[in-house]
């Protein structure tokens, strides 16, 4: 007879507990309330955000794709995943330095997850996983993959000059641009992150 599957809040829970962390300890290391963490564990998956339960994976050691998580579903058989470009050329990506170094955070979009979305803004096809071949996790929002802190966008070119002074006009262009187009033709979420 086979063994029927953990559900991923036993998981986390049991993860807790061998690490010998309390609750409130555990939502201290991801920034959530110890209430959520509860309300999680004791099954409520809607308590804490995908991103929120990949982050404690991490701090718990976990292998996140490991973990049973399913990707939000809107009818029979329609999975929506976050996806980003993976160009650093596109408006969808926003420039940052951070220490001296030029990244980007891709505007996430939620799409189906079979289905081949292009972007609005450049043409090319949206992917929906970390970029390191070796990783391959799903998408959370940042500048790099919660499970192996691989940078979501490749930089392919790096300006000359002074970098922040670039990066700085790069976002008030992007948010030019955002303020000419209807957002609702991107399906853009996390917009506030990228008015940074």
């Given at each position: 007879?086979?063994?029927?599957?953990?559900?991923?809040?036993?998981?986390?829970?049991?993860?807790?507990?061998?690490?010998?962390?309390?609750?409130?300890?555990?939502?201290?290391?991801?920034?959530?309330?110890?209430?959520?963490?509860?309300?999680?564990?004791?099954?409520?998956?809607?308590?804490?955000?995908?991103?929120?339960?990949?982050?404690?994976?991490?701090?718990?050691?976990?292998?996140?794709?490991?973990?049973?998580?399913?990707?939000?579903?809107?009818?029979?058989?329609?999975?929506?995943?976050?996806?980003?470009?993976?160009?650093?050329?596109?408006?969808?990506?926003?420039?940052?330095?951070?220490?001296?170094?030029?990244?980007?955070?891709?505007t996430l979009v939620e799409a189906p997850l079979d289905d081949q979305?292009?972007?609005?803004?450049?043409?090319?096809?949206?992917?929906?996983?970390?970029?390191?071949p070796d990783c391959g996790a799903r998408l959370a929002p940042g500048?790099?993959?919660?499970?192996?802190?691989?940078?979501?966008?490749?930089?392919?070119?790096?300006?000359?000059?002074?970098?922040?002074?670039?990066?700085?006009?790069?976002?008030?262009?992007?948010?030019?641009?955002?303020?000419m187009t209807r957002p609702e033709r991107y399906g853009f979420i996390?917009?506030?992150?990228?008015?940074?």
């Open positions: 007879m086979s063994e029927e599957p953990r559900a991923v809040h036993e998981i986390v829970r049991e993860a807790r507990r061998a690490k010998r962390m309390t609750q409130s300890d555990l939502a201290r290391a991801v920034q959530c309330t110890q209430s959520a963490v509860s309300m999680f564990e004791s099954g409520r998956r809607d308590a804490l955000a995908r991103p929120t339960v990949l982050a404690i994976a991490q701090v718990l050691g976990l292998d996140a794709e490991a973990l049973p998580l399913e990707a939000r579903r809107i009818g029979p058989g329609v999975a929506l995943v976050l996806k980003r470009c993976p160009l650093d050329s596109c408006p969808r990506n926003v420039p940052q330095v951070i220490e001296g170094r030029l990244v980007y955070r891709p979305t292009i972007c609005g803004e450049c043409d090319e096809i949206l992917e929906s996983s970390c970029p390191n500048s790099f993959c919660r499970v192996c802190g691989t940078p979501l966008v490749t930089v392919t070119h790096t300006p000359s000059g002074n970098l922040q002074a670039w990066a700085d006009a790069r976002r008030a262009r992007i948010r030019e641009l955002r303020a996390l917009n506030e992150e990228t008015e940074t």
